[in-house]
């Protein structure tokens, strides 16, 4: 299988795959998400794959458009053939330092893509209690890995927990900056919708989405998503 194939639903292991389904179910997760900006979401929209970060730079034509999200990456090199992803929200957090500090003055709008959650049960998944970025954060495989996000009480980093997860929604995980690990590259045949800020960005996402030649996919103006 090369980077630039679907990876498919898990073919064995099936008892991990089904025991995700079923949280994803019981917890009623209906997307997992993926922020970017608008040259992001023109090259995955091209592509047809939200690649990881360490793919881009072998893809001239993606090397030349992309717009990283972050100033640094301070995770595991060995984590960055995994496209980073939250579920439910995005990690607010990360997502306006981002857009109204690091880059607050390029000539970009910000995207926020839904995708369907089956994709957490693909073979090859991790999932991260917290950013993967912080000292002493583990991603764990498989179904052990997806219920450890919504324990009541997670590690943070740092040799630090998280608070109680007391009345969070059951939706979203403890940490609300848990992450979702996808090997290589998530494929748009699992894009739901795409969020944006304003009007104006919609508006601009779907000349993208025309220019792209990609199948129609709805445009969300959704503040909210943004943590407004």
């Not at 000349?207 to 030649?213: H, K, L, N, P, T």
């Amino acid at each position: 299988m090369t980077a630039a194939e679907p990876i498919p639903a898990i073919p064995d292991g099936e008892g991990q795959a089904e025991g995700i389904n079923a949280l994803i179910q019981e917890r009623k997760i209906s997307e997992v998400v993926h922020f970017t900006t608008n040259r992001g979401l023109l090259g995955i929209l091209l592509q047809r794959e939200c690649k990881a970060r360490a793919l881009l730079s072998e893809d001239e034509y993606l090397e030349s458009i992309y717009h990283e999200n972050t100033k640094w990456r301070r995770e595991d090199p060995k984590y960055w053939r995994y496209v980073n992803l939250s579920i439910s929200e995005p990690n607010h957090s990360f997502l306006r330092t981002s857009s109204q500090k690091w880059w607050a003055n390029e000539d970009l709008f910000w995207a926020v893509l839904s995708f369907d959650p089956v994709i957490m049960t693909h073979p090859g998944v991790l999932f991260s209690p917290s950013n993967m970025g912080y000292e002493g954060i583990t991603p764990v495989e498989g179904l052990p890995g997806a219920e450890a996000l919504f324990a009541e009480r997670v590690p943070y980093g740092f040799g630090k927990s998280t608070p109680p997860r007391g009345n969070r929604e059951p939706h979203l995980p403890t940490n609300p900056q848990a992450e979702v690990l996808y090997p290589q590259a998530v494929s748009t045949r699992h894009l739901l919708r795409i969020y944006v800020l304003t009007d104006e960005d919609a508006a601009k996402a779907e000349a993208i989405v025309s220019v792209s030649g990609h199948d129609e996919v709805d445009i969300i103006v959704d503040p909210v998503t943004f943590g407004r």
